[in-house]
């Protein structure tokens, strides 16, 4: 088997982008969003069909798409992550 290290970066860009839009679905779900759930649903297998080809003919791609995947959950999470707002304390009744 021979490696290309093209092959391998374009495993990594699409596993990397195949998790950011993974985290962005599972948002979406989290906050009852079908629409927008089902669009990153479609986007997360097509970006995931290029590193499965790509990495089932050579088991080296592995690493790549293992990177490529943690890269995608850490900067989505780390980046683009906002924290649910939450609601104003209760009042407290006058004394």
């Not at 629409?35 to 080809?53: C, D, K, R, T």
């Amino acid at each position: 088997m021979i490696f290309e290290p093209w092959i391998g970066a374009g495993v990594l860009i699409a596993t990397a982008a195949t998790d950011a839009a993974y985290v962005k679905f599972t948002a979406s779900v989290v906050s009852k969003r079908p629409l927008s759930a089902a669009n990153w649903s479609g986007i997360w297998y097509m970006l995931s069909s290029f590193a499965v080809i790509s990495y089932t003919n050579n088991w080296v791609y592995v690493g790549f798409a293992i990177v490529g995947s943690w890269i995608g959950a850490y900067v989505t999470l780390k980046y683009f992550h906002h924290e649910p707002g939450h609601p104003p304390a209760p009042l407290k009744p006058p004394a």
